[in-house]
């Protein structure tokens, strides 16, 4: 091939890597300072920011590709590396740009490794925080049962049962609690059962719809972190191998 049947093959090269490089500073910039925002504490919004990480690693892999097919073809034209000769490269690879862009690639393929005991983790903080709110809910309202329980002891004790239906001040939900009380004293503990095994179904369902988004969760971040590690470690690898 003459000079002219070369020239969109080099011009390709040129902008390939280019490309590659700039797709890789946006995701790098992204993440970084969405990075240094993001709230500790708090396990959401690090799932959030760790699912968007995952998300956005296919544009980090893109990029890399694209740097790499940049390598490949300035190999096909015999054409030396920028700022670095080819003897040079091979006696000093810490100054060939090719030897650094496999080593980020190489690293990127551990980070996404890492990030899915990372995501399984917080995704498990997640579910055991949900399992902790209904358990206080549910405690919470067994508490108010069994204040109201008292309450109304107290009252069927005391006798006065008929004097607190004749006061004008009284609620209207005390007053509809007192009403079938007089028609059936057990009627408040019937209600009170029907109403705590319907908290514990509603408990029960709400618990099993966040296990399932957090499992769905977790097979598909965790999955594509792997797929893109893997990716990211045969470009860094395979790359490091052609460039000895």
């Known amino acids: 091939m003459n000079a002219s049947e070369n020239r969109p093959l080099r011009q390709t ?40 990480l995952i998300d ?90 069994q204040q109201q329980q008292q309450e109304i002891q107290s009252v069927l004790a005391s006798g006065q049962l008929d004097q607190l239906l004749q006061r004008k001040d009284l609620a209207a939900d005390k007053l509809a609690i007192l009403q079938e009380l007089k028609k059936d004293p057990k009627a408040f503990d019937k209600k009170a059962a029907q109403q705590l095994d319907e908290m514990k179904k509603q408990k029960q369902q709400a618990l099993d719809q966040v296990g399932k988004e957090v499992s769905l969760n977790r097979w598909r971040a965790e999955m594509r972190s792997l797929l893109l590690a893997l990716g990211f470690i045969t470009i860094g690898w395979t790359g490091l191998r052609d460039a000895r």
């Open 13 to 52: 090269s040129l902008v390939l890597p280019i490309v590659g490089i700039i797709l890789l500073l946006t995701v790098v910039y992204d993440f970084g300072v969405r990075l240094f925002t993001l709230a500790g504490d708090k396990p959401d919004l690090q799932l959030n920011f760790l699912n968007e």
């Open 56 to 145: 956005r690693g296919v544009i980090a892999l893109l990029g890399l590709a694209l740097v790499y097919a940049g390598f490949w073809i300035n190999q096909i034209l015999g054409k030396a590396v920028p700022n670095s000769a080819p003897e040079a490269a091979a006696a000093s690879p810490w100054r060939n740009s090719q030897f650094w862009t496999f080593i980020v690639a190489s690293l990127l393929g551990l980070i996404f490794l890492l990030l899915i005991p990372f995501h399984f983790s917080t995704s498990g903080q997640i579910l055991s925080a949900s399992t902790t709110r209904a358990d206080q809910q549910e405690a919470q309202i067994k508490f108010q049962i």
